[in-house]
């Protein structure tokens, strides 16, 4: 090859790369020119994206009827299995607790060892107050509740047995006393040892043969009897454990509605919204046919829960206004309906976001 060829050669490579280059550059503009486009167009696309979603995730007849039928779940729930328990003095509880018997003081002076017979028939030791000379001070409007760890609803399920099984009774500073019959009434009469009521106890279940496992069961079932009996009268039991903390602050709070008996339905209102809450997500999603994206049907589920969580809260705000009555405050749906409104907000925020944002993306990334 001459230097005339080598140079017609180079001429026609420089050429094609100069034609190579005017294309590239062309596309790019072409590109610029619908990026431009694109770029004036994204506030209408985006808001397109948004209509689309709302489209997408409206609920259609059957899930607001769906929607319905959930706000009449949560209303029975709230009339008919959740309502605060009415109040009720100690004898009329008694008598309507299952277990319950009929009791009288007929203790003998046995430290640490009454009878299965002394046990069935007696009180609770717990009870006693007679004699007491300050080992229950402290109490406030709630008394011995506060004062006497046997009605601790978590605590007297170890103290309060063993003082059933010792005949004692341990108070909220774990001094203890032996309980006696005296004018056929149970009474203090000298100290006992705290350490020793447990150590009986724990003697009796695991060295006092058959006899002391009777002792000590039916102990404890004497123990979960009387918790059940004054968990709805009208001082109820303390908060667990706090008793031990601080007998008067415990007073102070059931004071102020916070009691065992409080508690527990407010729990149970929690419980039980989300337990209709958790049917009705289960029901909802058996009817997904793919159709549409699953984080949308999720949506569209979280909507009927916090619809109908809402109007079903309202309605008993509502209710409660203009009845005055507050037993009817449905305080633990209230809280199950701000954790559902937070929480569900929350993921459609995420699943909207996703889908606007992650659809505008791969159009870009197609231009």
Known sequence: MNILDQIDEIANEQKEKQIQLGLEIHRNYERVKKLRVFAENTPEYLKELDREFEEETALNENEI??????VGLQLFRQHFLTKF???VDDQTAAKNTPGHEKEHSARHQRYYNPTLTEIRESPVPFDANVGAKGALAGGGKMGHRVTALGHDPLLGLVIGTANIATSTLTNSRFESFHIRTRNKRDTFTQRALTSLVLQKTVEKLFYGGIEGKKIVGYSFFKELVHLHSDVNT???LPLPI????DSEWAAELAEYGFDFSNVITVAKQVMYARLINSFVAMYHYSFYDGSIPKDFYKVKTKKIICYSNVIASSINIAEVY???DYDLLDIGGIANTIFEVVTSVKFIR????DF???TYDSALAAL
Request: net charge positive; aromatic share 12%; no cysteine.
């Open 65 to 70: 009827i769906m929607m319905f039928v959930v």
């Open 85 to 87: 328990t009415e109040r």
């Open 242 to 245: 706090i008793s031990a903390i």
């Open 356 to 358: 606007i944002f992650g």
């Open 234 to 236: 009208k001082n109820s």
């Open 350 to 353: 995420k699943v909207k976001r």
């Open 322 to 324: 203009f009845t005055q």
